[in-house]
């Protein structure tokens, strides 16, 4: 069973950049059965999908942060990594990590962890 569990600052202050990283186990980030995602949800919003690392390390961003967003891996250590920089109080949510099957059969979430932007 894949598991994944994310980990960060809880607290960013204006400007800064936010960093969070993505732990799995239970299935390799470099398998070609799956691939990686951030999905963010604002307080009484909907889900947003951020962006998203395949197993060959390629990276795709949603049209509308592509310009503050990063998503690295670090294959030694089977985690994946967010990075979005120069945030404001709207980049306030909760924060999911995600694997999906690449058949689309299922989907893999991490419980999520609030990242709130205040100085």
């Known amino acids: 069973q894949v598991q994944l569990q994310e980990s960060g600052p809880g607290l960013v202050k204006p400007s800064q950049t936010l960093s969070l990283t993505c732990t799995v186990s239970g299935g390799s980030i470099t398998s070609s059965d799956y691939f990686w995602s951030w999905i963010r949800q604002p307080p009484g919003k909907g889900l947003e999908w951020v962006g998203l690392?395949?197993?060959?390390?390629?990276?795709y961003y949603s049209s509308s942060l592509k310009s503050r967003t990063s998503i690295s891996r670090d294959t030694s250590r089977n985690q994946f990594s967010l990075q979005l920089n120069s945030v404001t109080p709207e980049d306030t949510a909760v924060y999911f990590c995600a694997g999906f099957d690449t058949d689309w059969s299922s989907v893999y979430w991490g419980q999520g962890t609030q990242v709130t932007i205040s100085s």
């Open positions: 690392i395949a197993d060959d390390g390629s990276t």
